[in-house]
């Protein structure tokens, strides 16, 4: 295998995770992919490396990213974790198409570089280990979506095609995206060593130590780890919180909330089945395979709730009394509403959240369900309702029940002093205008797998910046037309 000395220094590079005992991970290399195409590198994530642009363009990058060369002294290594899959518990489950790289101390700190789609490992079970274009592209553009949208979330650096045929339920070609967290952790790596003390605390001081040194509890000759423990849950679970809270506002349903898919660092992880809302249904359910509607919009955050308690259960082990960590998870709700209504406030262009709103915001919610009124014009629009009130009430098949509640809605706003073109202006950076709607990812999909990356280039570029009205683009801004075919998405990928 390849060493890519030239893209880092030295003394950059390294793989914590592999300071772990050796039961937590497997070290093998990626399969590279063959004939490997670079179909997009993204700037803003290669910054986070410190790598500059013309960097991306190298053959040593392509190779990097196409699992053909490794950092330079570091093995890959796949992780082991397990976790509970649509409710019930799954057990083992680990990366089983994803090899870490290793890390690199970049100009705002260190980052994890993780191959996904890169070739089977020993927790593949029956998988074989590769991800295809269409559900790469789909974690590519969604992850600097969110990004652009201000979300945590792990970000994407590069998408590499290829020639090889996978079978899914047609046959499509294998792709690979390279992606960047600080750590990819999952609550899931906790739950498998659920009853193993010795292994859990070591995991414990693993994470504490890098990325929550203040959770630490004790000294260092006598480390408290059941306090440690339950300082951290209390930090991830507020971390979740208002995670959730930001999906909540701009209408993304992640679709698979498994406790495998949950970052310890409350970042977005694993776009498979995700999906922003076009028309909006509180109960919309956005992956095809959850036929009991367990991940529909409105259940996000209980089930964040639900999985954390579940990462709770197996700190136990630690000698952790339950009545504590039953209290580190008992702020996950306020910290819910608090984000939440303060995001709202900002939606809306309140100067704060008076507890009399949550009924104009409940019936502002009923209105859009009611009238499966697109979440994200809705809105993007209310902003400007002063001068083109028209563009706004077109939205609702009956205006009149719109107009009620933009007057109730209109006696409030008059109740604060702040200019009205300063709220307008405050409210286009709080409500996007544009989002990564299926169909615009679908369009981008099947230019790529027909050798086009214009699409990617062009939702790329729009949607790192959401929230900028651009000239020529109108219709990216635009719901799918109400006759275009439904897009059905699910968890093949
Ligand atoms: P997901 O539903 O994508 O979060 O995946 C759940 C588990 O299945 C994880 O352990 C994945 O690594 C594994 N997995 C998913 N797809 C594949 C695949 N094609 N090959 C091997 N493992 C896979
Ligand atoms: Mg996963």
Redesign the pocket.
């Known amino acids: 295998m390849l060493h890519t000395s030239h893209l880092f220094a030295a003394d950059q590079t390294h793989c914590s995770f592999a300071d772990l005992p050796s039961g937590f991970y497997t070290r093998l290399a990626p399969r590279p992919l063959t004939q490997p195409q670079l179909l997009h590198a993204n700037p803003a994530a290669a910054a986070l490396l410190g790598l500059p642009e013309s960097v991306l363009r190298t053959a040593e990058f392509l190779d990097l990213c196409a699992g053909n060369a490794q950092l330079p002294g570091i093995t890959p290594l796949a992780t082991v974790y397990s976790g509970h899959q649509f409710g019930v518990w799954a057990g083992q489950?680990?990366?089983?198409?994803?090899h870490l790289l290793g890390d690199v101390q970049g100009p705002l700190g260190v980052q994890e570089i993780q191959l996904k789609g890169s070739g089977?490992t020993p927790?593949?079970?029956m998988?074989?280990?590769?991800a295809v274009l269409r559900s790469s592209v789909r974690e590519y553009l969604a992850s600097e979506a969110m990004a652009g949208l201000g979300i945590p979330t792990t970000r994407a650096l590069a998408l590499v095609g290829s020639q090889d045929r996978v079978a899914r339920e047609t046959l499509e070609t294998a792709a690979v995206v390279t992606r960047l967290a600080p750590s990819f952790v999952r609550f899931g790596h906790f739950q498998h060593w659920a009853r193993s003390a010795a292994q859990q605390e070591i995991l414990l001081e693993y994470v504490v130590s890098h990325w929550f040194p203040d959770c630490f509890e004790g000294t260092a000759s006598q480390p408290d780890w059941p306090a440690t423990a339950c300082r951290l849950l209390k930090e991830i679970s507020q971390r979740t919180a208002r995670l959730m809270a930001q999906w909540q506002l701009v209408g993304f349903c992640h679709g698979?909330m498994?406790t495998?898919?949950m970052s310890i660092l409350g970042l977005t992880l694993?776009y498979?089945p995700y999906g922003f809302m076009d028309a909006f249904q509180a109960n919309h359910i956005c992956n095809h395979t959850d036929t009991m509607g367990r991940y529909a919009w409105n259940t996000q955050p209980a089930v964040a709730q639900w999985n954390l308690t579940r990462l709770a259960e197996s700190l136990l082990c630690l000698g952790c009394a339950a009545t504590d960590l039953e209290a580190a998870l008992a702020g996950f709700e306020s910290t819910f509403l608090q984000a939440y209504h303060a995001g709202l406030a900002q939606k809306f262009g309140l100067p704060d959240w008076r507890p009399e709103d949550a009924v104009l915001g409940d019936d502002w919610w009923a209105l859009l369900h009611a009238q499966q009124a697109d979440f994200t014009l809705a809105f993007r629009y209310l902003s400007r309702v002063d001068t083109r009130l028209d563009d706004w009430l077109a939205l609702f098949p009956q205006p009149d029940a719109a107009r009620a509640w933009l007057a109730r809605y209109q006696a409030r706003l008059a109740d604060s002093s702040q200019p009205a073109a300063q709220r307008s202006d405050g409210m286009d950076q709080a409500n996007p205008l544009y989002v990564l709607r299926n169909h615009l990812a679908q369009q981008a999909i099947q230019a790529a797998q027909q050798g086009d990356t214009s699409e990617i280039d062009r939702l790329m570029d729009l949607l790192q910046h959401p929230y900028t009205e651009r000239p020529g683009l109108a219709s990216y801004a635009r719901p799918p037309s109400a006759d275009a075919p439904a897009l059905v998405v699910s968890?093949s990928?």
Request: hydrophobic residues 20%; aromatic residues 10%; glycine residues 22%.
């Open positions: 489950l680990g990366d089983g198409r994803a089977r927790y593949s079970r998988g074989d280990g590769w698979v498994n495998d898919n694993d498979g968890c990928s």
